[in-house]
Every structure is written in C-alpha cells, then in structure tokens.
C-alpha cells in the first residue's frame, strides 16, 4: 500500500461531494462566448450542464460510484441524465459527446430504453453525420468552433471511446472498426516521433501541427483512452500490439519529463510552464491502471505513485482541486498560449483526481 487507505478514500468522498458543485457551477466565459458563436444556434442554456467539462466528470463519478458500490452516486446519475434529457440534449458535436460516454455505462448496466435511444442516435450521428476530415478523419468540430479539417487529441476520449463502447453494447463491427480506425488515425498524425508525446492537433488544410504543443492534458487525453479503450473492446493482433507500442513510447518520454517533484507541466517538454494538477492526474492514472492490467511493465507503477504526495496536496478540505488549467481552444501559433491559459477549479479536475486516487486505492 503506497498511501493510507482511510486517507485516499476519505480524499475520494470530499472529491465526489465537491463535484456535484462544480457540475452545476455555470461557466460564464463558455456560456457569454456562446451566445455569439453557438454553431448550431439552438438554445444555449442546453449547454449548461452538457459539455465536455461535465461529461469527463460525470465519467470519473460513474466510476468511482462502480468501483466502491456506491448506489447513492449512481442514483445521483440517473437523476441527472433523466433530468437532461427530458429538457432537450444540446447539438451533437465532439465535445458534447463527451457525457454520453457514462450514459452509455449506465444503459450497459441498466438497458434503459430512453438511454438506448439516446446512446444509439448519437452513435449514429457520429458514423453518418459528424463532419470529417482528409483519410475519413472525425473533424474535431465544437460549439463554438468549426475546426475544419483538423484532428485534435481530445477526440479520443470525448467521442471515440463511446463509439466504442457502443460497439460492444450493441455488437456493432462498424462502430467497433469505426473507433479503431480513429485511435490509429490520430496516432499517425499527432504522435511526435522525436519524443513519443503527442501534438496537440494537427491540420490537414496547411499540414502541419499548428505550434507544436505537446500539450499535457491533450497527451494524458491518450494516457488514458489506451487503457481504457483495451479495457472495453476486444483489440487483438496488429492493431492492439500498435497501440500499446505508441502508448508505451508516451509513457517512457512522461517518465523521462516528470517534475521532481512528482507532477508535469502543461507544456510536457518546457519545465518554465506552470505544473498542472488535470495532466498530472490522467497521466498517473493512465500509467497505473496499464501497469495492472499488464499493458506496460511494472516498474512504471512509480511513476504514477510519484504523483500522489504533491496532489494530495492540492486537494481542499472542502474537495476543489487547485491547479488545473481551464479548457484549452487550439494554440495555432505559439507554445505560450498554452503557459498563459487560466488555472481555475474545474469538473475535468475534480474527476481526474477521482480517477487517480481509485487506481491508488486498488495497490
């Protein structure tokens, strides 16, 4: 055991109470850029409570609720998705993918009929209506940008790996090739040779990686799909052998630029960008739960444990994890913008530090 048990799981209850905050806690900016530059031009107030923001944090929520036999979290969810669905889902893009993701768990669990309807029209909208790039990219189009022709890492997580999961769910080989397709897309075009990390986007209208940020919470986006997506699907031969190879590669150059300290930077490679408390804890996280299910070798696990002390740190009595980057638009000319982005309490961090100090609790 690398940290005291009462202390993580007391940890991990102040971070689920403070979570239910922070969903329901408007995003002013997000909302005010919004009312001029809504894509789709339906009603903004669908948005509220339905972006990536919370869709990586009701993920976190969903599993920890899973992983400790809490009823009372999962009442919590349904709560939500019944509530959100009965008042109208938002245009369907790549980030307001991102909450389907645990939808799609709680129809795996519960073969709710309103959730199977939902889950499989937007699994449909992805295959058939999602704009694309050159090579059948999925464009990384939001609510408020159109992205044209541009893969950006956080696609992975926001809407491949619920494809994925819906794969599985309805024994879909198209939305399973679908999904593999994309992961090993986005590794050809975002992957940095030089170093393993990964490029935060790339444009196939000027060909190139914009600033060419190996942005950290864009890379822990992949730290964390691998395992999770190899823990879904059943990906064999050449393709899984790829994956775990690329991801592998990353994993080497996290362990080479982590901070002494135990955290990494916002920028991976540039220590004179501030240490980031969401990147830290997906790649923890990611590195962790690989080591135990045999992706990668054991001697990485330190790595990941590494990461606790200065992030049991970070953590509030009253649950807010300090020291996360708020959401982060494409850097298209310069490394800097990415340094100059505000730090700010955020759902994404509370649930990343969930999903960290699960995998901790399970040494």
Sequence with gaps: MVADNKEIMAK?????QSFQKFLFEDDEQFLENMKTKNLA????????????????????????AHELGRNDYVDFLHSFYDKEISLGLPAKNVNTCAPLLTLAFLLKDTGKTEYKKVCHEWAEAIMHDFARTEEDGIQHRTSDSENTGELWDDTLFMTVMFLALMGEIEDNDEYREEARYQFL????????????????????EGHHNFARALWGRGNCWFTIAIPEYLDIANVTGADRKFLVEAFLQQVKALEKYQDEGGMWHTLVDDE????????????????????????????????????????????????????????????RVSKDFYKEIEIKPMPYGQALAMLFLLEIHKI
């Design 12 to 16: 991990l209850e102040i971070l689920a």
């Design 41 to 64: 031009g339906d009603d903004v107030s669908r948005y509220q409570h339905w972006e990536w923001t919370q869709g990586v944090g009701l993920y976190g929520l969903y599993q920890m």
């Design 185 to 204: 897309l986005h590794i050809k075009y975002l992957v940095d040779h030089e170093t393993g990390l990964l490029y935060h986007g790339w444009t196939f």
């Design 272 to 331: 004179t960008s501030y240490l980031e408390a969401s990147a830290t804890c997906g790649f923890a996280y990611g590195i962790l739960k690989a080591v135990r299910m045999g992706i990668i070798d054991e001697k990485f696990r330190e790595v990941g444990v590494k990461a606790l002390k200065p992030m049991l740190g970070l953590i509030d009595p009253d649950g807010t994890v300090n020291q996360v980057s708020y959401g982060t638009p494409m850097g």
